[in-house]
């Protein structure tokens, strides 16, 4: 059976989800960096357990983002096939097979902004505050944000100090 479907439009959404698959690749890179920096709190109770337990969860979404991009590529593939025969329509088959696959991105990619979410409010609250000058404060009363930690990052990654 043919579903009546624009393959082109297929086709572009695969493109857009291997494009947001590289971007998560990075974004998981940066997280897997952040958690493996010394910028935490030594003070902080439970801290490696917490950093362990975000670790895991990111090698969990890393073999989960392998497998979804290998899908993506395979769809890929196979939608050229398609695409070769017929500029407007796929099989049933295929297409719910690509309606599954992009559950399973959606289903991802809320969890992944899930997992972001959570590590930005619990690094925003262990994160050391740091003076202008690049020295230690010494108060507890608030925490550099998320988005400046990402910044120490890239300096750390330049080799350079704050």
Known sequence: MVVERNIEELYAKLRAWKSHLRFAEDEMLYIQKLLGSYIFEPRTPALFEEVALYKENCKIFSVE???????????????????????????????????????????????????????????????????????????????????????YMARLQEGRTI
């Open 65 to 151: 983002m392998e497998k979804l991009k290998a899908l993506v590529l395979n769809h890929e593939s196979h939608l050229r096939g398609i695409f070769e025969c017929s500029r407007t329509t796929c099989d049933e088959a295929y297409y719910k097979k690509y309606c599954q696959l992009q559950e399973r991105m959606a289903r991802y990619f809320e969890d992944f902004l899930r997992l972001k979410t959570d590590l930005g409010k619990y690094a925003g609250n262990v994160l050391k505050r740091r003076k202008p000058g690049g020295i230690d404060k010494d108060d507890d009363d608030g925490m550099i944000p998320f988005v400046q930690a990402r910044t």
